[in-house]
């Protein structure tokens, strides 16, 4: 994954107040060495109302560690009762924002125009979109995920352009370091593997994350589609981290669950640097 920067990004959905993401900022920074941060980009996903205090945080103690949202509008202002828009995120300096999540997905139908929209909404806002794609278990079994999967990224990139992909030219929020980029980054999270503690094997993690990058390269180019990142989400644990990151298509990992436990996380950025 030549030039390709690992990203560990912990979405800690809707957990931690903003005291508690406080605390484990604080934790985090403490128990994660300047090489390693160096090595691996490593971002925490809070809910909407820890933001800003894990922006004083960050800021003030000038922390590498990023941040970013779980979700956007896809408008950007106006009567949308509850909503919060790419500018009020770009506003507190969040680098990146989840799209497409497969909880919003399921709960909250967002289908696939909906995620397009949310990916434009984005990068519109110099945000970088942490786009979420992945089958159920019936998809699974009649053993059409790859083409699940590679659909629901089209759907999702429609009418973007190789620049937007990447991020070149484009200034982005925050700053990811070096091999970072901006542009979009793909997770492939198999829904049956969500929360469930049955990680994908190493094997599968790499088919889809493979022929996820296939599709890009078919689509914007071998070169463009070598510098976007692309994670593998699901009951990823410090235990199985070596293993899923061992792919050489898969450049991090989005983390639910275990980026809940300071320590269990600061071992998966540690494997991951
Ligand atoms: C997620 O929801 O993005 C996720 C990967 O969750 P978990 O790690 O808990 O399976």
Redesign the pocket.
């Given at each position: 994954r030549e030039g390709r920067r690992p990203l560990i990004a912990g979405?800690w959905?809707m957990n931690l107040t903003h005291l508690e993401a406080i605390g484990m900022v604080q934790k985090l920074a403490f128990s994660l060495k300047e090489p390693e941060l160096e090595a691996a980009e490593v971002v925490v996903l809070p809910p909407f109302t820890a933001l800003r205090s894990v922006q004083t945080l960050v800021n003030g103690d000038k922390l590498e560690i990023g941040y970013g949202a779980q979700d956007l509008s896809v408008q950007d202002s106006g009567a949308y009762t509850g909503e919060v828009s790419g500018a009020m995120l770009a506003a507190l300096a969040c680098r990146y924002v989840v799209v497409g999540?497969?909880?919003r997905r399921a709960l909250h139908g967002e289908d696939d125009a909906v995620v397009a929209g949310k990916v434009q909404a984005a990068l519109r806002h110099g945000l970088v979109p942490i786009l979420?794609v992945g089958e159920g278990l019936e998809v699974r079994r009649a053993g059409e995920h790859v083409a699940h999967c590679t659909a629901q990224l089209d759907a999702a990139l429609e009418g973007l352009s190789a620049e937007q992909l990447t991020g070149s030219g484009a200034s982005t929020g925050g700053g990811g370091g070096p091999g970072s980029g901006g542009g979009v980054v793909i997770a492939y999270?198999p829904v049956w593997?969500?929360?469930?503690g049955e990680v994908a094997t190493p094997e599968d993690a790499q088919e889809v994350c493979g022929a996820l990058r296939s599709r890009l390269a078919e689509r914007f180019g071998a070169d463009t589609a070598g510098v976007v990142r692309i994670l593998y989400?699901?009951?990823?644990k410090a235990a199985n981290t070596a293993g899923i990151l061992a792919g050489p298509d898969v450049d991090g990992a989005?983390?639910?669950?275990?980026s809940l436990d300071a320590d269990e996380f600061a071992q998966i950025c540690r494997t991951a640097a």
């Open positions: 979405n959905k999540h497969s909880e979420c999270e593997a969500i929360g469930t989400g699901g009951s990823v989005l983390v639910g669950g275990a």
